[in-house]
């Protein structure tokens, strides 16, 4: 069993949710998981692995958790680690470059679709969003909020993380496979 922190950061709360079903699955596989959101506090030193979770809004990821991965980098390399990006385009680049800015290489890596809460938007933000959304193809429908996210492929980024960086460890019973 390991500890590990799932650390994310959001603005319209649909990435803490993302981060909680990583966090289901990584106790179903009998780790003790906190998740928390990120701040300056966060201390990774107590845990044996890190996932990160972000958002895109404009383009970027949030340069206050940039900084954050940044002052930890020591800490990063030391010990497994996964992080996830949360968009409406899911784009691999915007992952890639944010990573590149933090000098980090995690272990896994995914992009998530997100969700479109048009019911969480200010006037301006939904005026902006309906645009984005019109060159984007996505629902223009503001009466309602959308959700694109594959659960599924949520869970199998999880389960892949777990196994590949706690499968060898002896203590890690709960995550062999029935043959293994
Ligand atoms: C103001 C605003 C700007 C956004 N900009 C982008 C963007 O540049 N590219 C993209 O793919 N998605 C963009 N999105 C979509 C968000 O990434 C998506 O809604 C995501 O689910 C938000 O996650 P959060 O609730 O954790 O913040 C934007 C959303 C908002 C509200």
Redesign the pocket.
Known sequence: MARILVL???????????AERVAAALRSHGHRVDVLPACAEADLLGYEAVVV????????HPASLRDLLRKNRAALAARPGAFFS??????ER?LQRFLRQVGWQPQATATF?????YS??GPL?RL??RA?VTL?GRDTDMSRDY???DWDAVDRFSEAFARRSFADRPDSRALSSPAG
């Open positions: 994310y950061a959001t603005i319209e709360g649909h990435t803490a949710r993302i979770g972000a958002s895109i809004h404009y383009g970027h949360v968009s409406l385009s899911a784009k915007y679709a997100g969700a479109l809460q969480k938007y933000k902006v969003m984005f984007t959700e694109y996210t």
